[in-house]
């Protein structure tokens, strides 16, 4: 069991960045009206804030380099915590930005996974 967690946290991970770095607009479809985003300290609730804060970030191009991905079961049944390092590089920078974000991922009644929390910090120092 510990390893299929691992390889949906992985597959998610992998999907949700390759969205990020080439159609940041298609991130709304793995969010749903009770998600929660806090992005740098700041709450977001629902697909359309989420959304409009994830597309309106001070650049347009960005690469994110995976370093670790941790997933674990949750108490929710088929729900899945998932943690992340890495780094990013925005368009323009020499200088890649170290970051952290977890990820809680819940089942759908159709079967799919949809992020309900997500946290988000850059790791400064």
């Given amino acids: 069991?510990?390893?299929?967690?691992?390889?949906?946290?992985?597959a998610f991970v992998d999907h949700y960045y390759h969205l990020f770095d080439n159609d940041r607009s298609s991130l709304s479809s793995l969010y749903q009206p009770s998600s929660i985003l806090t992005f740098e300290g700041q709450n977001i609730q629902g697909v359309e804030d989420i959304s409009t804060k994830l597309n309106q970030l001070p650049f347009d191009q960005c690469q994110h380099e995976i370093s670790t991905v941790d997933s674990q079961l949750s108490a929710t049944t088929g729900g899945i915590m998932v943690f992340v390092s890495g780094s990013l590089r925005v368009?323009?920078?020499?200088?890649?930005?170290?970051?952290?974000?977890?990820?809680?991922?819940?089942?759908?009644?159709?079967?799919t996974l949809f992020v309900q929390n997500d946290i988000f910090r850059l790791n400064y120092g």
């Fill in 1 to 10: 069991m510990e390893e299929q967690v691992e390889m949906v946290g992985r």
């Fill in 91 to 111: 368009s323009g920078e020499h200088h890649s930005l170290r970051f952290s974000q977890m990820f809680h991922l819940i089942p759908t009644l159709q079967g």
